[in-house]
């Protein structure tokens, strides 16, 4: 009797098959070829058409393969361009499947983040011709318009992953990536800012937007999940606390999404104001606990809580504060470009001459300001900006109306929207890769959600034994 063939198991090769493909292709090629490069082009042909054929191995490679490529922000290497080459095959591949029949309901609630995406495309594709009129190479406009080419890659990745991955796969490759992320980012701020020595100072895409979209969505598990609350509200204050350990009081606007989300949620008062006090009592036992413990990690508790406790003085005398002053000083520099373009600005990767404290000039095309987004896109982009946030509120009334009971994904875009709104008080979001990451997988779950509800609401009850 014939084994009966799962929907899209037939004609699909197994996974131990192609790795094994690989390999071989790879030492075949550095024995034979002597060119590198030229040796590991069987090898990337092969990983196209893996990850053209593989939901999997698409969310590995634009997730956790930004996470290794991106990490420096300086230079455009081979690295990153097989990895850009990578994520257009990839998204190629996505946006064949956005229109199956399985994917129309995701696509129906998602409209207005493709109209959102248009509106993000049309942007940088004006940015190009002013940046190129401004002098600015077409590999320095590139470097600097990557993070958003991802963004106005995720409402296609979104679907794509929603609809061929579990749940539980997506909140792993959420948890595991924010995670990575978060610690990268807190290696490396402490090291830039003397809080600590550690040994390795970056190992992956440092990120604060990344581990901000699994802080909100664990702050709304434990606020809608009535078995696993205290799991993930333990998950929410473990990455909080790590995210205020390497001191930077960006970590603050995280607070905004358990406000957001208690007020969006539809928990009763009691409940809201119950957990949320859970909420911070857990955070201050983690608190009190891992600042016995934090010494070890090579990072000075003196400097961090010196660091939070100077906020006070730092608002009412800013110019005492090392931090406001650099900022100032980009942020001068961020008004020259715009009052030299106001209307379409200087375009990304055009080049800052910044002044340090200590004297040194160095040209960046990152400054930390958040007037850097209006320096390099100007007026029509602040609209292009505008109309980006309106379709994306469209895309979350959607997701919010009535119907089967859902999952908490939807108020963690809520909680992550609030984080990214306080954020850009600070610094134009867009510029932290992890952003379109942390987007992409909050879209997904909620899509997923979205699909699971409706599928039990579907599922013809059991018949009763009759007694």
């Given at each position: 009797m014939m084994r009966p063939v799962a929907v899209g198991e037939q004609g699909r090769p197994p996974v131990p098959l192609l790795v094994g493909i690989l390999g071989v292709l790879c030492i075949s090629g550095l024995a034979l070829v002597?060119?590198?490069?030229?040796?590991?082009?069987?090898l990337g042909a092969l990983v196209a058409v893996l990850v053209a054929a593989s939901v999997q191995a698409r969310a590995v490679l634009v997730v956790f393969g930004g996470l290794a490529v991106l990490q420096s922000s300086q230079g455009f290497g081979a690295?990153?361009?097989?990895?850009?080459?990578?994520?257009?095959?990839?998204?190629?591949?996505?946006?064949?499947?956005?229109?199956k029949p399985a994917h129309t309901e995701s696509y129906a609630h998602s409209k207005p983040l493709f109209r959102a995406s248009v509106v993000l495309f049309s942007l940088l594709l004006l940015s190009f011709v002013v940046a190129r009129v401004h002098g600015t190479t077409t590999v320095s406009w590139l470097r600097d318009a990557a993070p958003?080419?991802?963004?106005?890659?995720?409402?296609?990745?979104?679907?794509?992953?929603?609809?061929r991955m579990s749940r539980r796969r997506l909140l792993w490759v959420l948890v595991v990536g924010g995670v990575i992320s978060g610690t990268s980012f807190t290696f490396e701020f402490a090291s830039r800012h003397a809080l600590a020595t550690p040994a390795i100072t970056r190992f992956a895409l440092p990120s604060l937007l990344f581990p901000g979209a699994l802080f909100a969505y664990a702050i709304s598990a434990s606020f809608q999940r009535p078995r696993?609350?205290?799991?993930?509200?333990?998950?929410?204050?473990?990455?909080?606390?790590?995210?205020?350990?390497?001191?930077?009081?960006?970590?603050?606007?995280?607070?905004?999404?358990?406000?957001?989300?208690?007020?969006?949620?539809?928990?009763?008062?009691?409940?809201?104001?119950?957990?949320?006090?859970?909420?911070?009592?857990?955070?201050?036992?983690?608190?009190?606990?891992?600042?016995?413990?934090?010494?070890?990690?090579?990072?000075?508790?003196?400097?961090?809580?010196?660091?939070?406790?100077?906020?006070?003085?730092?608002?009412?005398?800013?110019?005492?504060?090392?931090?406001?002053?650099?900022?100032?000083?980009?942020?001068?520099?961020?008004?020259?470009?715009?009052?030299?373009?106001?209307?379409?600005?200087?375009?990304?990767?055009?080049?800052?001459?910044?002044?340090?404290?200590?004297?040194?000039?160095?040209?960046?095309?990152?400054i930390d300001t958040p007037l850097s987004f209006l320096a390099k896109?100007?007026?029509?982009?602040?609209?292009?900006?505008?109309?980006?946030?309106?379709?994306?509120?469209?895309?979350l009334r959607r997701i919010r109306t009535p119907g089967p009971e859902l999952g908490p994904a939807?108020?963690?875009?809520?909680?992550?929207?609030?984080?990214?709104?306080?954020?850009?008080?600070?610094?134009?979001?867009?510029?932290?890769?992890?952003?379109?990451?942390?987007?992409?997988?909050?879209?997904?779950?909620?899509?997923?959600?979205?699909?699971?509800?409706?599928?039990?609401?579907?599922?013809p009850a059991e018949p009763r034994e009759l007694r």
């Open positions: 002597p060119d590198p490069l030229i040796a590991v082009l069987p690295t990153k361009l097989a990895y850009f080459l990578g994520v257009a095959v990839a998204f190629g591949a996505a946006l064949t499947n956005v229109r958003y080419l991802l963004a106005v890659c995720v409402p296609a990745f979104a679907i794509d992953v929603s609809t696993s609350w205290r799991r993930w509200m333990l998950i929410a204050a473990a990455v909080l606390a790590l995210v205020v350990l390497s001191g930077t009081r960006s970590a603050l606007t995280f607070i905004a999404a358990p406000i957001a989300i208690l007020f969006a949620s539809r928990l009763s008062f009691f409940a809201r104001t119950l957990r949320f006090f859970a909420f911070v009592a857990v955070v201050a036992l983690i608190g009190l606990v891992g600042i016995h413990y934090v010494s070890r990690l090579g990072i000075s508790t003196t400097a961090l809580t010196q660091r939070f406790s100077s906020l006070p003085a730092v608002l009412s005398h800013p110019v005492s504060d090392q931090s406001y002053v650099e900022r100032r000083s980009q942020q001068e520099l961020a008004l020259q470009a715009y009052h030299s373009s106001p209307l379409l600005g200087v375009g990304p990767g055009h080049l800052f001459p910044y002044t340090d404290l200590s004297g040194n000039t160095v040209f960046v095309f990152t896109f100007g007026l029509v982009g602040l609209a292009a900006l505008a109309a980006w946030a309106y379709f994306v509120l469209m895309f939807r108020f963690a875009l809520i909680g992550y929207f609030a984080i990214v709104a306080g954020y850009t008080l600070l610094n134009s979001p867009f510029e932290d890769k992890g952003f379109a990451f942390g987007l992409l997988l909050l879209i997904a779950l909620s899509l997923r959600e979205r699909i699971d509800a409706g599928s039990k609401s579907t599922r």
